[in-house]
């Protein structure tokens, strides 16, 4: 199994079209690949693969339920939690389920077992096929505000051989740290612009912390300078695809579709791009 991470340090940089339609060419060239969307704040893989979803399933976390009777009002559970979830007031020990992030370590350290854990929903996940391609997603509850419990669960799913296409959310933060962790290899996807260059440096300085190979490709590569090209050549970082502005392109995307199905020019791009990736990581 490879696992490739499509990744941006912005939204908008075209990340998701880049995804599913390198998952299209490799699929059309009956390779086995999975699609796992986990951008689970706004997934929108599935617009353009048209998944049939097989499989749902409901995501839970565990947070703390109180004994009162129990309960002893000690404090222990508040001074550990780091998040405030639990917090006391008029000496009895308060709740936020929304801000726990599950560590156990209340009810680890509860000297009277007063503190017990609970399944709390925070979205669901969703498996099927898209053709000859394995779809997996998240979508986390409107509400909810933790991302990378979630994540975690939905790259729980990923099995088999072939590769697998990590569809990332944008920016430097957690749900991205989550997201990339386990990758062979990350692909970033910018503009080039003066923002795009921007994001694009705080993404490269993210995955420089964790050491996992990277390669830039550089969407709407005709529209701006040619800064991004000179900055990856100075940090020794490989290009490894371009694509031009395109208003056909731009079509599909508005209509939901995969423009490597419309356009045999774009299918040869992505296809490039494989070529490409097989090189740099030995597939």
Same mark, same amino acid.
Request: with cysteine.
């Given at each position: ?146 991302? +990378? ?11 088999? %051989?072939? &590769?697998?296409? /990590?569809?990332? *959310?944008? =920016? ?19 503009? +080039? ?11 490269? %300085?993210? &995955?420089?912390? /964790?050491?996992? *190979?990277? =390669? ?68």
């Amino acid at each position: 199994m490879l696992r490739i991470a499509i990744a941006s340090g912005k939204g908008g940089t075209g990340k998701t079209t880049v995804a599913t339609n390198l998952a299209w060419v490799i699929a059309s060239q009956n390779e086995s690949v999975t699609y796992v969307d986990c951008d689970v704040e706004e997934p929108n893989g599935h617009m353009f693969l048209n998944p049939v979803i097989e499989e749902s399933t409901v995501a839970k976390v565990p947070y703390p339920v109180i004994n009162e009777e129990t309960c002893i009002s000690c404090g222990k559970c508040a001074e550990i939690c780091q998040y405030r979830a639990i917090i006391m007031l008029a000496e009895n020990p308060y709740v936020s389920p929304e801000m726990c992030h599950a560590c156990g370590g209340c009810w680890l350290v509860c000297p009277v077992d007063a503190v017990k854990p609970a399944g709390r929903e925070i979205g669901i996940i969703e498996k099927g096929k898209s053709e000859h391609i394995n779809f997996i997603h998240g979508k986390l509850s409107i509400g909810q505000i933790l991302s +990378p419990p979630l994540i975690r669960m939905v790259k729980k799913h990923i099995s088999g %051989d072939g &590769i697998t296409l /990590i569809d990332c *959310p944008p =920016g430097t933060s957690c749900p991205v740290l989550t997201s990339v962790q386990g990758a062979d290899y990350i692909i970033l996807v910018t503009e +080039p612009t003066p923002f795009g260059l921007n994001d694009l440096k705080l993404a490269i %300085d993210m &995955i420089g912390e /964790i050491g996992i *190979p990277i =390669g830039v490709f550089i969407n709407r590569a005709d529209i701006g300078t040619n800064d991004t090209e000179r900055y990856c050549e100075q940090r020794h970082i490989d290009i490894i695809g371009r694509l031009n502005d395109n208003r056909t392109i731009a079509e599909a995307y508005s209509q939901g579709k995969i423009a490597s199905k419309m356009m045999p020019e774009i299918r040869g791009l992505y296809e490039n791009l494989y070529t490409t990736l097989k090189r740099k990581i030995h597939i």
